[in-house]
């Protein structure tokens, strides 16, 4: 029969360390200084961003006509109106700002202007010009032609004093005056 042999003894292994006692996690408090750094970071972005989209807009206000405004038309206060536009430097120079709307009351129209057209000193008559003068036309009944503000139409003038003194050839004593 085999012999079984008696294994060697070891001596006995020390037990395993204990367990480490665990960490808990603590709640993160609102006070902590990473979530401060992190929203004030946020806030700082967020006012940078608008300020600077705020300075990219370059728009101004501009005086345009609100409707429609034929030749001679005196300005007044209800004529004008402003709306918010961007122009370069060299086209800007041409056109009033909204803020000077009130110095253009009371200013007469050298051309028509259309309703929303930006308001240009070209269009103004100069201090220089000379007055106009409101004629009363005489036309017969059924001739009258539709016309509106700013129409522009050819007068005659016929005086029979005149064509009478002068003998002239004319039989109708027509003559043609400057365009009204």
Known sequence: MTELAAAPVRPEAPPPPGSPPARRLTRRRWRDSRLLVGVLLVLVSVVVGARLFASADST??????????????VIVAGDLTTVSARLDARTSDRYYPGG????????????PVDAGELVSGADFAGRNTQSTRLVPVMVKAGRLPVLEPGDHVDVYVFSAGAAA????????????NQPA
């Open 100 to 111: 000077r709307l009130r110095d253009l009351t009371g200013a007469t129209l050298a051309r």
């Open 60 to 73: 101004r206000q501009w005086a345009v006509a609100r409707t429609g405004l034929p030749a001679g038309h």
């Open 165 to 176: 003194a002068t003998g002239s050839g004319d039989q109708a004593g027509n003559q043609p």
